[in-house]
């Protein structure tokens, strides 16, 4: 069995008395994309927020890519690491957010090649250039010198998906992408990721969207009050749930 | 000032004060009481006694006297340097006794009973290198920039210091007395000027730490200051102040704050030359 | 078969109406009140006991218009250490180092605890209290040499400042929206950088207000600099009032110089607010 892309073991995360997370465990193979549903409060996206370090875990272990993330594990004790190499570890993933997150003081253009040049001290030429091939991927090449505010919600989302892809990571996670946008915006971004899906990129998707879980995600997950209740192929667990509490979900959503 | 003009100013007031019986104005004697205000930064003249917070000084027992003869009580206020000629002109005071120099300039405003004699006199600390007064030329000499120090400096600089080939004085401005003391402390004035007058107290106030410099470099006045058209104040205030100065009071409140050197004989009307 | 909804009787067409203009007549009588109390304080001043001749004759002084100048030159450069330190202390505010919380908390309780003319006065006398003072192997001199009026002044208006602006500068930043945090950490950047570039830029929008309206009360409060012989437009027309006696000639001279400048930074300050809403759908008027 290939080591997993993704390796969670035993993550706990508390806020205040609320358990968040209880004691999660999963994998996630490269290229497998992996959706994650459940109701509001059932942890799902705070256990996507664990793989980017945007919240820290209180107890067990996440590794990306074989390394372990936030700890350094020196004889038998776990040391936090420095804020630098957090910082480091979170350019091997990309997020895109509920709410876009787009910086409104720069054009498209310049949110997707921030990253790049002030983080990742590619020169400026460079990065503009592969920024407009993203945004062509993303279908907004006409858009690069707009502001986010001339921007409707749906074209906002697909600049910050190229914005997170620009920093080529090799793991995608995407925190209930289309729940702000008004229905009709939402089949432009649920396309630019089904195109990236295509192209072997390993996602990890909070969403809503079972129509999108059942055409695109190999993995399906579902969670419930901080732990996982059932996971396993899409067709399978969105078409024959095996546990009750999956069923009386998936029959409220449709 | 010369003979003659003080034979002036002595006649001309001997010969208004008999002319007729001084009486108090009546809006005063109705309300029993002389609304005067002085700037109380300025010992031993007038000022607040550190340990009781008290207003106190030779003006003040000067004032009391006079008040005490007139079947009168004073109520006092306090007031920056520079306010205190707009305090008499708006009639917020009825008359000012502050340590105030009897000035060419201000006479415009005002007329003077001049009380006291006075002069600006260098000071240093006492481990300063000068000696007289023109070991000051070319050097950092401060005083309060609100009096008529600065014009005074500026003039015995250009007698005695430019003229002899000297460099100038530097002025250096400072707030009010004691600021310009701090200043001289630091370090950052070589010299202070101050009146006459505030010497003994200072010098008692912290022993052995300053040197007086030379002579008053010009001699003046303090005077009490009147409207011009309040003849009638003037003349009963100067009467019973010449009364004092005749039975001796005036001349044991000045010995109680060590200026009994700065006596006049008698009252003086507009007596300065400056 | 008609799509629009059925309508029930007993609601006139009134589209056809045009509204009537309410009466303005009361707005005119408030307007004519005004002119008359206005004018009538116009003539108390005019018949009042100001020589106007005064006026007019030191508008321009020499001393007074170098005077201005050095206001101005001290109101910028305090503004700009004032907003330095603010910007500093704010980031120091809001760090997870709970020593550099500390230390930021107690700049600011300090230089906003106490009375400005008190922090001035304080500086300027700095040696009674430290005679020499420098950096042990570097370099030493008499404080009273380096604490001039200028430096004293510099010092004290900024460093107060600083202790205000900090204040603004956290306001601001935490008025942007975390999400902007979150996604600047997203794709790798530190807590600094994410300050510089993305937060700090955001936050300016909201900052400029509070900060213009800050410079135009620094540029009256260098007015406290005069009782440290600072030479600007209040202690020069002081000085020549102690001279004249025309104390309220001078101090409407004064007054106009401070009123101008202040005319003239409040139209500017607007334009500010505009450049840095660049981005926004809310462009100010």
């Given amino acids: 069995m290939t080591r997993p892309l993704v390796a969670i073991r035993s993550v706990s995360r508390s806020f205040g008395e609320f358990q968040a997370l209880k004691q999660v465990s999963l994998d996630v193979r490269a290229g497998e994309v992996l959706c994650l549903i459940g109701a509001s409060g059932s942890g799902k996206t705070t256990l996507l927020r664990c793989i980017n370090q945007l919240t820290s875990i209180d107890s067990g272990g996440v590794w990306l890519d074989g390394e372990l993330l936030g700890v350094r594990q020196v004889s038998g004790r776990l040391h936090r690491l420095a804020p630098r190499e957090i910082a480091r570890q979170r350019l091997k993933t990309g997020m895109v957010f509920q709410r876009f997150n787009l910086f409104p003081h720069k054009t498209a253009l310049e949110n997707i090649t921030e990253g790049p040049v002030q983080v990742q001290g590619r020169k400026p030429e460079d990065a503009r250039s592969d920024a407009m091939l993203l945004l062509r991927r993303v279908g907004l090449a006409a858009k690069a010198d707009a502001y986010p505010a001339q921007l409707s919600g749906g074209q906002q989302q697909r600049v910050a998906i190229a914005r997170a892809l620009a920093m080529k990571p090799m793991l995608m996670l995407f925190d209930e992408p289309t729940s702000a946008l008004d229905p009709e915006l939402v089949g432009e971004v649920l ?7 295509r192209s072997g990129m390993t996602m990890m998707v909070v969403t809503h969207e079972l129509g999108f879980a059942r055409e695109v995600a190999d993995t399906v997950v579902y969670m419930d009050h901080g732990a996982i209740v059932e996971a396993g192929p899409a067709a399978a667990v969105l078409g024959s749930p095996r546990e009750a509490r999956t069923k009386s979900f998936l029959s409220a959503v449709i | 000032m010369t003979r003659f003009s003080l034979f002036v100013a002595v006649t001309t007031l001997a010969a208004v004060a008999t002319a007729r019986a001084a009486e108090l104005p009546e809006t005063i004697k109705q309300a029993g009481e002389l609304r005067l205000t002085v700037n109380s930064t300025y010992a031993p003249m007038e000022y607040r006694d550190p340990s009781t917070n008290e207003l106190v000084g030779l003006d003040i027992d000067l004032a009391s006297e006079i008040a005490k003869r007139l079947g009168v009580k004073i109520v006092w206020s306090e007031t920056p340097f520079a306010e205190l000629i707009p305090s008499l002109q708006t009639r917020r005071a009825d008359f000012i006794i502050s ?34 007064a023109t070991d000051l030329c070319g050097k950092k ?30 002025y250096v401005p400072g707030e009010n007395s004691i600021d310009v003391r701090n200043q001289l402390k630091q370090g950052r004035i070589d010299a202070a000027v101050q009146g006459s007058e505030t010497l003994p107290y200072a010098q008692q106030q912290e022993a052995g730490k300053y040197r007086v410099v030379g002579e008053p470099f010009s001699t003046g006045y303090q005077g009490i200051m009147f409207r011009k058209d309040d003849a009638a104040l003037r003349e009963v205030v100067t009467h019973h102040l010449a009364a004092m100065i005749t039975d001796g009071s005036y001349k044991v409140i000045l010995d109680k704050y060590g200026l009994g050197a700065n006596a006049v004989r008698q009252p003086l009307m507009n007596a300065a030359t400056q | 078969m008609r799509a629009e909804p059925t309508l029930a009787a007993g609601f006139p067409d009134i589209s056809g109406m045009t509204v009537a203009r309410r009466a303005r007549w009361r707005r005119w009588l408030a307007a004519a009140a005004i002119v008359v109390v206005l004018a009538a304080i116009g003539r108390a001043f005019a018949n009042g006991q100001i020589e106007w001749s ?10 007074i218009l170098e005077g201005i100048v050095n206001t101005i030159v001290m109101a910028v450069l305090a503004m700009a250490l004032g907003i330095v330190l603010g910007v500093a202390v704010a980031i120091m505010r809001l760090s997870p180092n709970p020593v550099l919380r500390s230390v930021a908390a107690g700049y600011t309780w300090l230089f906003r605890g106490t009375p400005l003319i008190l922090q001035l006065l304080l500086w300027f006398n700095l040696a009674l209290v430290f005679p020499t003072i420098g950096i042990p192997g570097l370099w030493s001199g008499r404080a009273v040499d380096l604490m001039t009026p200028f430096l004293s002044a510099l010092l004290g208006l900024g460093i107060n400042q600083g202790a205000y602006t900090s204040e603004v500068m956290r306001a601001g930043m935490l008025s942007v929206d975390a999400g902007q945090y979150e996604a600047a950490q997203a794709i790798g950047m530190g807590r600094l950088r994410a300050l510089r570039r993305i937060i700090l830029p955001q936050a300016m929008r909201v900052v400029i207000p509070p900060l213009g309206n800050e410079f135009i009360g620094m540029v009256k409060a260098t007015s406290l600099a005069s009782v440290i012989q600072y030479p ?19 101090l409407i001279v004064a007054g106009f110089w401070y009123l101008l400048v202040v005319s003239v930074l409040t139209p500017l300050q607007m334009l500010l607010e505009r450049r840095f809403a660049r981005g926004s759908l809310q462009i100010t008027r």
């Fill in chain 2, 141 to 170: 000499v401060g005083t309060t920039r609100s009096t008529s120090f600065p014009i005074e400096i500026e003039k015995w600089s250009k007698l005695t210091c430019e003229a002899g080939g000297r460099p100038a004085v530097q």
């Fill in chain 3, 54 to 63: 005064y006026v007019g004759r030191f508008l321009t002084a020499k001393v």
């Fill in chain 2, 99 to 132: 340590g105030i120099s009897d000035r060419g300039s201000r006479r415009e405003a005002a007329d003077f009973i001049d009380y006291l004699t006075t002069g600006p006199q260098f000071f240093v600390l006492a481990e300063s290198a000068a000696q007289s």
């Fill in chain 3, 232 to 250: 600007e437009v209040l202690h020069n027309a002081e000085n020549i009032y102690y001279a004249n006696s025309r104390v309220i000639e001078l």
């Fill in chain 1, 191 to 197: 396309s630019v990721m089904k195109e990236l899906a």
